[in-house]
């Protein structure tokens, strides 16, 4: 199993505790995303997609997200979020970082957790006064501990989850492979295999 997948864990099983019937937001289809999307409806819970593709949400929704957001159509989407979600999430897995941390932190209920993986949105100031007003629980984290992967392997053994593969890339074909995540085309993991 890739890192992505005990990163995913990490956030739901680990930080945020999730129990059934919370409602848990998660930006993009990307190998992280894909997987808290699927170990979050393992969970029971609720999942918000948020993406720039109707298509990418209409596939995220046949993996069982309750709702989509397009944000390139709502560029304010925390507002649908917390309207969706009937005043906001219980947990974000926020894989923006400080570019989308801001609305993150206006869509997720008072007292609410944000998992913050990653930084894919680039740089910008932070204003404490919104984590403050929410009394939001941030915390970063960087994949997970050996006993994290083996109770998330549990996880998927007893569920049967099956990862989402978009692509296989052969290791000559590499930088295409590098292209082509890089295009944010993908929706789950792109693989490349060894030998």
């Not at 894919?120 to 994290?148: C, D, H, K, W, Y």
């Not at 007893?158 to 085309?185: E, G, H, W």
Request: with cysteine; hydrophobic share 45%.
């Amino acid at each position: 199993m890739p890192c992505a997948a005990v990163t995913a864990w990490h956030a739901l099983a680990e930080h945020a505790r999730i129990v059934a019937g919370q409602t848990v937001l998660v930006q993009g289809t990307g190998g992280v995303s894909i997987f808290a999307l699927q170990f979050a409806r393992l969970m029971g819970a609720q999942v918000i997609v948020t993406s720039s593709s109707d298509q990418k949400l209409a596939r995220a929704k046949q993996l069982g997200a309750t709702h989509g957001v397009n944000y390139k159509a709502n560029p304010e989407w925390d507002k649908p979020v917390v309207e969706l979600s009937e005043g906001g999430v219980d947990h974000v897995v926020e894989v923006g970082g400080p570019g989308t941390l801001a609305q993150s932190l206006r869509a997720v209920r008072i007292g609410g957790k944000i998992t913050l993986i990653g930084v894919l949105s680039g740089a910008a100031e932070i204003n404490p006064m919104l984590i403050f007003s929410r009394r939001a629980n941030v915390q970063g984290i960087s994949v997970g501990s050996t006993q994290m992967f083996e109770a998330m392997n549990r996880a998927i053994a007893v569920s049967r989850l099956k990862p989402i593969i978009d692509k296989v890339f052969s290791f000559d074909d590499a930088p295409a492979a590098y292209r082509y995540l890089q295009s944010a085309q993908h929706f789950g993991k792109v693989v490349i295999r060894l030998g």
